[in-house]
T-cell receptor, first 115, second 106 residues
């Protein structure tokens, strides 16, 4: 257990539905990252926050995806109008400071299945 | 084209063998992360290094920034080392390799 928690751990939804995932980072960590991992592939970067500011978004993050970190603590990732191609493991990670060499600590992930 | 290449993609070895996993990357980086992913998806950070060499228990990681290459070594391998090992060079985010699937047989 790294101290980063994600909820839910599993989500099954029907195509077209909206889903929201939550990530609670280690409490004093300023940076929070979202990644997506499909079967047999390495994780892919989606977006990251420095406190409440969203500093970078991958081109993988289509308009159907939105992430927030309103108080600089927990973060949510919402997918609207889900598609079968959204099925993946969604991983959250946090790190302590602004230095890009900070170690990231990963949560257990939320596995999304879109039927 | 993946900017990070890991080799081998799959490795099966006998308990006790010395293991080497290689990572080459094309992106400019400030540091490189080695991660371990167990069946079921949990990811654990093994090392973050920006130069030279780091050692933790039976694990050793080296990096050559000029050659854009890093290696992860496991000495006296054990079946519990069986996992996917992922190289992730740092840029503004993280670019991940596809991972090396390691199986250590008793």
């Amino acid at each position: 257990d790294t101290g980063v928690s994600q909820n839910p751990r599993h989500k099954i939804t029907k195509r077209g539905q909206n889903v929201t995932f939550r990530c609670d980072p280690i409490s004093e960590h300023n940076r929070l990252y979202w990644y997506r991992q499909t079967l047999g592939q390495g994780p892919e970067f989606l977006t990251y926050f420095q406190n409440e500011a969203q500093l970078e978004k991958s081109r993988l993050l289509s308009d159907r995806f939105s992430a927030e970190r309103p108080k600089g603590s927990f973060s949510t990732l919402e997918i609207q109008r889900t598609e079968q191609g959204d099925s993946a493991m969604y991983l959250c990670a946090s790190s302590l400071g602004a230095d890009s060499t900070d170690t990231q600590y990963f949560g257990p992930g939320t596995r999304l299945t879109v039927l | 084209k993946n900017e990070v290449e890991q080799s081998p993609q799959n490795l099966t070895a006998q308990e006790g063998e010395f293991i080497t996993i290689n990572c080459s990357y094309s992106v400019g980086i400030s540091a490189l992360h080695w991660l371990q992913q167990h069946p079921g998806g949990g990811i654990v950070s093994l090392f973050m290094l920006s130069s030279g060499k780091k050692k933790h228990g039976r694990l050793i990681a080296t990096i050559n920034i000029q050659e854009k290459h890093s290696s992860l070594h496991i000495t006296a391998s054990h079946p519990r080392d069986s996992a996917v090992y992922i190289c992730a060079p740092r840029g503004d985010g993280l670019t991940f390799g596809k991972g090396t699937h390691l199986i250590i047989q008793p």
